[in-house]
């Protein structure tokens, strides 16, 4: 601590950087896959990845493995179409690759490939640099597991980072969605690579709570991006409100992926302010549960994410990029 004191006092001493003209260079190269047609907390995540700097956006991959709103059967092609629209109101449209998941089922031993499958393989594969590469997940785990019976090489040269699996408690519950969604993707993913996974299950995705009147009065005042995401969230809760009743509150459970990467700290960079257990990864049975592995490799699970600096850095980035306007 003593020497990094020292450095910071003689880089001090030389220049005075102001708060508006911090210099934030990335972190990670990131790849970003989820059903952005879907349920709308991944167009949240997305919004706010696209506003944080520390991580380089390599490839964004619109998947298609849960139904879209309104129903289409071309889900893949509704995400893309959705990302494009939201990077058109945020004024980057055109900044990123925007490239396609499959709508085809995969099996264990069968990948679904597509073009988001291919940038995963040929971005792991780069040699021209050492910014680590992940891999964020929202939704199913089929593209990135797609890539991997692909082209095995790419299990050390990147990390998956995953929304999904159920609670490791031992309650048993519902099967959770995203787990679900593609049971052999998890199934290989867990039980046949050797890829490095940090995990958001269910019971900690869902602390990503946000209330109805918080978007309103401070979401959607920010701008057409702020307004947008807002009216995308509270029209999905109506919509299924006949079917899960009404509510105050809203999971946008794929934001920990910007938690995680994009915003820890400068000491010794790590989430810190979000809690996690090393444990061995589970077997994923044929019906999507949890099977307990002693040669499991080692996984990072979260336990519990600081949803204040989550929600507090996505707003406020809503405000500077409308300020910048």
Same mark, same amino acid.
């Given at each position: 601590?003593? @020497? ?9 001493s030389?220049?005075?950087?102001? =708060? ?24 949240? #995540? ?13 490839? /964004?991959?619109? $998947? *298609?493995d ?5 129903p289409?059967?071309d889900?893949? *092609? ?12 945020? *004024? ?15 099996? !264990?031993?069968?990948? =679904? ?6 940038? /995963? /393989? ?7 640099? @050492?910014? %680590? ?15 991997w ?5 790419? =299990? ?10 159920? &609670? ?7 099967? &959770?969605?995203?787990?679900?969604l593609?049971?052999?993707?998890? &199934? ?7 890829? %490095?996974?940090?995990?958001? %299950?269910r ?33 999905f ?5 006949p079917?899960l ?18 915003? #820890? !700290?400068?000491? #010794?960079?790590?989430? $810190? $302010? ?11 049975? +044929? ?7 002693? &040669? +499991? ?18 707003i ?10």
């Open positions: 601590m003593k @020497k990094i004191l020292i450095a910071l006092m003689a880089v001090l030389v220049s005075f950087v102001t =708060a508006q003209d911090n210099p934030v260079k990335p972190r990670y190269r990131v790849i970003l896959d989820n059903d952005y047609a879907g349920d709308p907390d991944g167009l949240v #995540q997305l919004a706010h990845q696209l506003m944080s700097p520390s991580t380089e956006i390599r490839a /964004i991959i619109g $998947s *298609g849960i139904p879209s709103f309104p289409t059967p889900p893949c *092609g509704a995400a893309v179409d959705e990302i494009n629209k939201l990077m058109t109101l945020m *004024g980057i449209q055109d900044k990123y690759p925007v490239l396609r998941g499959s709508n085809e089922k995969m099996t !264990t031993e069968s990948p =679904a490939d597509c073009e988001g499958a291919r940038a /995963i /393989i040929k971005e792991a594969l780069r040699t021209d640099t @050492k910014v %680590p590469l992940l891999v964020l997940c929202g939704g199913s785990l089929k593209t990135v597991a797609s890539a019976l692909i082209e095995p090489a790419i =299990a050390d040269k990147l990390t998956v980072i995953w929304i999904g699996g159920q &609670e490791y408690d031992g309650s048993v519950g519902t099967k &959770e969605t995203n787990l679900n593609s049971i052999a993707a998890a &199934e290989v993913i867990f039980n046949k690579s050797t890829i %490095p996974l940090w995990q958001i %299950p019971d900690v995705y869902r602390q990503a709570m946000m209330s109805t009147a918080e978007m309103k009065t401070r979401v959607a005042v920010t701008g057409k991006a702020g307004s947008y995401l807002t009216n995308k969230v509270l029209g809760v109506n919509l299924i409100a079917v009743g009404t509510a105050e509150t809203y999971v946008l459970g794929d934001s920990p992926l910007v938690l995680l990467t994009a915003l #820890q !700290t400068c000491f #010794q960079p790590d989430p $810190s $302010s979000s809690f996690s257990v090393i444990r061995k990864a589970p077997k994923i049975t +044929g019906d999507g549960k949890y099977e307990d592995n002693p &040669e +499991g490799r080692p996984i990072r699970v979260f336990t519990q994410i600081d949803s204040r600096l989550m929600f507090e850095d996505f406020a980035k809503l405000v500077l990029l409308n300020s910048s306007k």
